[in-house]
């Protein structure tokens, strides 16, 4: 079953071909993030815009590159929701004229729930190379983007229920604030990354709030004790890296010590991370190692597909359909 998937949900105009819900045979992604970077934050009218023009474009080449013609789609998968409502709308009626005009099924997929999806998804080529795609379910989703940082128990892909969440802002919105602060620029887990990276040792730490015997995350804290530590010291000056690696440290240690706590409650030792702070690669290592010590298997998307993608909207309507 050849399904294409439309995502549209926010800067990114991006649409693939996913081959039984397993196997990208393309994606791909237009952004207009250079037009709001002068802003320092997306600009949904200008998004939506651009989702204008680049829609027909993406799925022209999506079809392309996967060497399938329009005929040869058994449905059109798009991101229902959540997400900038002007973006979400070009993507939504492209995917029902089109759906309607070739006679075959729309699929509405949640763009969180698909994030989760993202790590079952393999490249053209790697489907049968790789036994451990085999992802054994019930299952905790985490995730962490620029718009939410949620925990679900997976119990197919089918059901997806939501046990913890934010209570302010997202991880991804944490780091493009605290970019923002540091005079980074946006978006900022990436270039925070990089510097954090670079810090051996540090005695800067920010505290970031456990939300202690609950499921839930705060990151707004730990953005605020980053303002006050830069206004006390902007007279003497401070080095910047170790305010980013003392921010992404205490933001790691709490993703991982939640999720791993959550996969015990949830009594489950199948982890699946989405979103794009799943980029991060403090988070990914430390993931990893520590939840293999405690006997969970954690799965990550690739790179390009912890970010806004279409494969993922693909990928999950095969089960929902
Ligand atoms: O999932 P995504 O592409 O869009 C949303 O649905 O929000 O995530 C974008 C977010 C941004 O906040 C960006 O700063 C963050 O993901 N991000 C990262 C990294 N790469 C992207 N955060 C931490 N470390 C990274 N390497
Ligand atoms: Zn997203």
């Known amino acids: 079953m050849n399904i294409l998937g439309i995502e549209t949900s926010c800067d990114e105009t991006s649409a693939s071909i996913v081959r039984n819900g397993r196997v990208v045979l393309s994606n791909i992604v237009a952004t207009s993030l250079k037009d709001h970077q002068k802003y320092g934050g997306i600009i949904p009218e200008i998004a939506s815009r651009r989702q204008l023009e680049f829609i027909n474009i993406v799925t022209t080449r999506a079809l392309t590159a996967a060497g399938l013609s329009l005929k040869q789609l058994d449905a059109v998968a798009v991101t229902e929701s959540p997400g900038l409502i002007g973006s979400l709308v070009v993507g939504r009626s492209f995917a029902h004229s089109l759906s309607f005009a070739l006679g075959i099924p729309l699929v509405k997929v949640n763009h969180i729930e698909a994030h989760v999806y993202a790590g079952y998804l393999s490249d053209k080529g790697d489907e049968r190379s790789d036994p451990s795609r085999e992802f054994p379910l019930p299952a905790v989703g985490l995730v962490v983007s620029g718009g939410h940082s949620s925990l679900f128990y997976i119990k197919d892909f089918t059901s997806f229920r939501i046990f913890g969440q934010t209570r ?83 933001v790691v240690n709490i993703i991982v010590k939640k999720s791993i706590e959550a996969c015990h409650k949830k009594k489950t030792g199948s982890l699946l991370v989405g979103g794009g702070v799943a980029a991060n690669s403090s988070l990914r290592e430390r993931l990893l190692e520590q939840a293999a010590a405690e006997g969970i298997k954690v799965r990550f998307p690739s790179l390009p597909l912890c970010m806004d993608n279409a494969a993922m909207v693909a990928g999950l309507a095969y089960h929902l359909i």
Not at 176 to 193: F, M, Q, S, T
Not at 229 to 249: D, I, L, P
């Open 168 to 250: 302010d802002d997202a991880a991804g919105e944490a780091y493009d604030k605290v970019a923002r602060i540091l005079g980074l620029g946006y978006p900022g887990g990436p270039v925070i990354d990089k510097l954090a990276r670079s810090v051996k040792e540090n005695d800067i730490k920010f505290p970031c709030s456990p939300m202690a015997g609950t499921n839930d995350f705060s990151f707004s804290g730990i953005k605020t004790s980053v303002l006050y530590y830069t206004q006390r010291n902007t007279k003497t000056g401070f080095s910047v890296e170790k305010v980013a690696n003392a921010f992404q440290e205490s």
